[in-house]
């Protein structure tokens, strides 16, 4: 790329929040305001979300059967009863479905 393109980049606007600069990516083009060939990789570390090991009693049958959907899924249970408790969790979050305590 030459130096005259390189110089006609054009200014970056202020975004005032980001909305506003979400809406700005939206309908521009990066490379008119950035020189990707020049651009750096980050070193990212292994990002995985936090997780803390628990201990649960749950009555057999139970256990037995989430083991039994889990391997009509094909998955394992614990992952299957992880995803079981984020859509219960969100699912109360959002009012849907009162479960009595």
Do not use: C
């Amino acid at each position: 790329m030459s130096k005259a393109k390189r110089a006609a980049r054009k200014p970056l606007p202020r975004f005032a929040n980001e909305d506003q600069e979400r809406r700005f990516w939206a309908k521009h083009d990066t490379a008119d305001y950035f020189d990707w060939s020049r651009a750096v990789r980050p070193a990212l570390p292994d990002l995985r979300p936090s997780t803390a090991a628990i201990s649960i009693r749950l009555p057999v049958p139970l256990l037995e059967e989430l083991k039994a959907l889990a391997n009509e899924r094909d998955v394992p249970y614990q992952s299957l009863m992880k995803v079981f408790l984020a859509d219960q969790v969100a699912r109360q979050r959002r009012g849907k479905r009162k479960v009595p305590a």
